[in-house]
């Protein structure tokens, strides 16, 4: 792919993205691009700013390393701008470009596709900044970065999007399947049973509306290293007597917090209240992401004493 020039409008935006860096505590300045562009001229634009990008695709970062400018491939398809903004930033700590805890400021297309035309400043406060590169890799690393992306993703469609204008929460339960069904039973019907495997993918496009449609329904979906929903409607049993939470948090985000401190899986819980998905680990909150209705945060949560013994994914916050 041939690349682009730094036009006028866009040297303009780079100009005033520095600028935004330098006078704030920022780090690096981000771009989301379809195509690759001159990249000695997009180093000279930032001046001295660390430049990151992402794309979709290889070849519209190609050349951009051998630049010395670091690059992330997103492989995300027709997936919206601000969602992709999100597994850019994600990969990008990921691959240790970013640091957890850094402040950035990205430059993308809010409006008109493949017309640069947004900044956003995006800060991965405290809670994020506690997480290692290393943490971030072995998260992936037990639950496939490809799968654990469309399970976020959907999370993040839910909580932005609701359900016919009513708030939805809800809850998926990701990896180690075999022993995430020893902790779980049926809250009543089970909506995917008898479909075969490739009609329960969360890869793919049908299937993601369909879940979108039984997310209301009370309990969890229990969803597999493959990124296969196993099953739906599963109320979570596991004690959270040892578990410390976010203050305000319901019995869905501490059913969450329980099956990963007695499981290796990964929880994704949406708020219904708010639409905030929240990734848990080992017991604890290791991401929270605020919908893009509203402007993206990142946020440390504020610790509560444990609650009682029992634990259930009833649809309360």
């Given at each position: 792919m ?8 866009l040297?303009g935006?780079?100009k005033m993205?520095?600028?935004?860096v330098e006078?704030?505590?920022?780090d690096?300045l ?7 562009l ?8 930032a001046?001295g700013?660390?430049v990151?990008?992402?794309s979709?695709?290889?070849d ?5 390393a ?5 690059s992330?491939?997103l492989e995300?398809?027709?997936e919206?701008e601000v969602?992709?903004l999100t597994q ?5 700590v990921?691959n240790e ?6 402040a950035?400021?990205a ?8 017309r ?5 400043y995006?800060?991965?406060e405290e809670?994020?900044?506690?997480l ?5 890799k072995?998260?992936?690393?037990n639950?496939?970065?490809e799968v654990l ?11 932005r999007?609701?359900r016919?204008g009513?708030p ?6 990701v990896?180690?399947?075999r022993?995430?069904l ?5 809250a009543?019907f ?5 479909y ?10 049908k299937v ?5 449609e ?22 979570i049993d ?7 939470l976010s203050k305000?948090l ?20 949406v708020s ?6 929240r990734?848990?680990?080992n017991?604890e909150v290791v991401?929270?992401i ?6 993206m945060?990142w ?7 444990p609650m009682?013994?029992s634990s259930?994914?009833?649809?309360d916050?």
């Amino acid at each position: 792919m041939k690349a682009g020039r730094l036009d006028t409008h866009l040297a303009g935006l780079v100009k005033m993205a520095r600028q935004w860096v330098e006078s704030s505590d920022a780090d690096s300045l981000l771009l989301l691009l379809d195509e690759p562009l001159d990249w000695p001229a997009l180093a000279e634009a930032a001046s001295g700013v660390k430049v990151v990008v992402a794309s979709d695709t290889r070849d519209a970062i190609e050349g951009a390393a051998a630049a010395g400018i670091p690059s992330v491939v997103l492989e995300m398809g027709n997936e919206a701008e601000v969602e992709k903004l999100t597994q850019a930033l994600l990969l990008a700590v990921a691959n240790e470009v970013l640091l957890p805890g850094a402040a950035v400021v990205a430059i993308y297309s809010a409006f008109e596709t493949g017309r640069m035309d947004s900044l956003s400043y995006i800060h991965l406060e405290e809670h994020l900044g506690r997480l290692t590169a290393r943490d971030l890799k072995r998260l992936v690393t037990n639950v496939p970065l490809e799968v654990l992306k469309s399970v976020v993703d959907l999370a993040i469609e839910i909580g932005r999007e609701g359900r016919e204008g009513t708030p939805v929460g809800t809850l998926f339960v990701v990896g180690d399947t075999r022993r995430v069904l020893t902790h779980v039973h049926p809250a009543g019907f089970d909506p995917v049973k008898g479909y075969s495997r490739k009609e329960r993918s969360v890869r793919d496009g049908k299937v993601r509306e369909a879940l979108k449609e039984i997310a209301p329904l009370d309990g969890a979906f229990i969803v597999s290293a493959d990124g296969v929903v196993e099953k739906a409607c599963q109320l979570i049993d596991a004690g959270h007597a040892s578990l410390t939470l976010s203050k305000g948090l319901g019995s869905r985000h501490w059913a969450a917090a329980a099956i990963t401190k007695v499981t290796s899986a990964v929880s994704v819980a949406v708020s219904q209240s708010n639409g905030t998905v929240r990734l848990f680990q080992n017991g604890e909150v290791v991401l929270r992401i605020e919908p893009f209705r509203r402007a993206m945060k990142w946020k440390a949560p504020e610790i509560d004493p444990p609650m009682g013994e029992s634990s259930t994914s009833k649809r309360d916050d």
